[in-house]
T-cell receptor, first 114, second 112 residues
Framework: TQLLEQSPQFLSIQEGENLTVYCNSSSVFSSLQWYRQEPGEGPVLLVTVVTGGEVKKLKRLTFQFGDARKDSSLHITAAQPGDTGLYLC??????????????FGKGTHLIIQP | DAGITQSPRHKVTETGTPVTLRCHQTENHRYMYWYRQDPGHGLRLIHYSYGVKDTDKGEVSDGYSVSRSKTEDFLLTLESATSSQTSVYFCAIGNLGNTEAFFGQGTRLTVV
C-alpha cells in the first residue's frame, strides 16, 4: 500500500508570511496532484505535476515535484486569508489509469490570520 | 464548477436502516467515484465505476454497494447503516486516461 505523509498537519500563520507544506512517500508516483478544500465543500484540483523536478506556479503558489517523483512541496508566498483551507496531495500509481489509482494524503490544515 | 450534484447534502439516519446517496453529473465523464472522508484517515475510495453497469470495489467497500444504470447517475447504498459509517461522502468524476478527479460538494451522513 502506498502512503503519502503530509506535513505539517496544522499551520497557522499571519497574513503576508511565506509557508511551505510537504508531501512525502517512499513510493514512486507517475504524477502528483494538489487539491484545496474549504469547509463544507469538496476538494478542488489546483495542479498536477508529472515530471521529476517539475515546478509549476499558480499566482502566489509554487508546486514542485521531487526529482525521484516520491515527494512534492507547495510554497505560498505572501499568504492571504483566502488561502485558508485544507490542502491535500494525491499520488497516481500508474500512467493512463483513472482516479481509482490515487492515494491521498491526510492533508494540511492551513489558517491565515488577518 | 464541474457539474456534479450530490443529494442529499445532509442526512441523519438510524442504525440498521438502508440509505442511498445520489450523485448526478452533467459533464458526460465516463468515470465516477465514491469516497469517504474521516478525520485522521483522509479520503478513502469506496467504489468506482468505469461506465454504465461497470463498477468495482475500492479500499473500504465493506457495507456499501453501488449502481450505475445511466452515465450521469451513480448511487451509493449503505445496506444497513452502522455508526462507523458516519462520515462525509464525496462523489467525484474523471475521464479515461486521466487521474484528475473533480469532486461534488459532499453529503454529511450521521448514523445514530
Amino acid at each position: 500500500t502506498q502512503l503519502l505523509e503530509q506535513s505539517p498537519q496544522f499551520l497557522s500563520i499571519q497574513e503576508g508570511e511565506n509557508l511551505t507544506v510537504y508531501c512525502n512517500s517512499s513510493s514512486v508516483f507517475s504524477s502528483l496532484q494538489w487539491y484545496r478544500q474549504e469547509p463544507g465543500e469538496g476538494p478542488v484540483l489546483l495542479v498536477t505535476v508529472v515530471t521529476g523536478g517539475e515546478v509549476k506556479k499558480l499566482k502566489r503558489l509554487t508546486f514542485q515535484f521531487g526529482d525521484a517523483r516520491k515527494d512534492s512541496s507547495l510554497h505560498i508566498t505572501a499568504a492571504q486569508p483566502g488561502d485558508t483551507g485544507l490542502y491535500l496531495c494525491a499520488g497516481a500509481d500508474q500512467v493512463g489509469g483513472g482516479a481509482d489509482g490515487l492515494t491521498f494524503g491526510k492533508g494540511t490544515h492551513l489558517i491565515i490570520q488577518p | 464548477d464541474a457539474g456534479i450534484t450530490q443529494s442529499p447534502r445532509h442526512k441523519v439516519t438510524e442504525t440498521g436502516t438502508p440509505v442511498t446517496l445520489r450523485c448526478h453529473q452533467t459533464e458526460n465523464h465516463r468515470y465516477m467515484y465514491w469516497y469517504r472522508q474521516d478525520p485522521g484517515h483522509g479520503l478513502r475510495l469506496i467504489h468506482y465505476s468505469y461506465g454504465v453497469k461497470d463498477t468495482d470495489k475500492g479500499e473500504v467497500s465493506d457495507g456499501y454497494s453501488v449502481s450505475r444504470s445511466k452515465t450521469e447517475d451513480f448511487l451509493l447504498t449503505l445496506e444497513s447503516a452502522t455508526s462507523s459509517q458516519t462520515s462525509v461522502y464525496f462523489c467525484a468524476i474523471g475521464n479515461l486516461g486521466n487521474t484528475e478527479a473533480f469532486f461534488g460538494q459532499g453529503t454529511r451522513l450521521t448514523v445514530v
